[in-house]
């Protein structure tokens, strides 16, 4: 690093020196760092201001500290539509990505009186629940948690999803009528952060999505994506109104 800069903090300087490494592409996507020893000795500045310039900057989304591996550069968070209801595989494939699918659950259960609320339902009436996690490149992008009314998908529980995603599937069997969607910025519960691996930190974007086929309420989900690896957009056109984006 350059002689110290007294106009701006310490830290600062050190987010730059680092942040001029990515940028000339010395430390590419996905690529492990220095230490923070290593930083020290490269920027003549304390262990505590480098880690407050690596912890700003993971919080930033630009850098992710895998604990017992290092702190790596983060890749260009991936974009996933807003407003429609598309194939996370067709999306990661589409970007040049690699898609797979973890199943971790995918079992008959009895609804309770808030989620049979919520799918209008009578309480402990029979739903089915998958819990899927999907990665590009190996890297955990989304944990999908999927309600299903059993009258409209009988056979779901016997579906192999590593080999088709629960929406190719669903969407097969009927085209959707109605999508409500609600996103909410949260730090998920610590059994989602372990699929997701990430920490207790990072914060993740929660699309709650509700689905119906006619007057039928088919699904209740929740997709949860870490907010440094993934963003929602998406751009549509009122009615009466110009294009607009949404992101």
């Not at 999306?91 to 797979?100: Q, V, Y």
């Not at 944990?143 to 192999?160: G, H, M, T």
């Not at 959707?176 to 610590?190: Q, R």
Request: hydrophobic share 40%; aromatic share 8%; with cysteine.
């Amino acid at each position: 690093m350059s002689s110290p800069k007294p106009d701006r903090p310490l830290y600062q300087q050190v987010k730059e020196y680092i942040l001029g490494r990515i940028h000339s592409g010395e430390w590419r996507a996905d690529m492990k760092i220095d230490s923070e020893a290593e930083l020290v000795a490269a920027t003549g500045v304390s262990r505590m201001t480098v880690n407050r310039a690596l912890r700003e900057l993971t919080a930033e989304g630009r850098l992710i500290r895998r604990q017992g591996l290092g702190t790596f550069v983060a890749e260009k968070k991936k974009q996933s539509a807003l407003l429609e209801i598309n194939s996370i595989a067709r999306e990661i494939e589409a970007r040049g990505g690699k898609h797979s699918c973890s199943v971790h659950l995918l079992q008959e259960e009895k609804a309770r009186p808030e989620l049979a609320a919520e799918m209008e339902l009578q309480p402990y009436s029979s739903v089915f629940h998958s819990v899927l996690v999907h990665r590009d490149n190996d890297v955990p992008i989304q944990l999908s948690s999927r309600f299903i009314n059993p009258a409209f998908a009988p056979e779901y529980l016997q579906q192999d999803f590593t080999t088709i995603t629960p929406n190719e599937y669903l969407l097969g069997l009927a085209p959707i009528t109605a999508v409500e969607h609600v996103v909410e910025a949260l730090i998920p519960e610590p059994w989602v952060r372990e699929l997701l691996e990430i920490n207790s930190a990072e914060p993740c974007l929660a699309l709650f999505r509700k689905t119906w086929v006619g007057d039928l309420m088919v699904t209740y989900s929740v997709f949860y994506s870490p907010g440094s690896r993934y963003r929602l957009g998406s751009r549509f056109v009122p009615q009466g109104a110009g294009t607009i984006e949404v992101s």
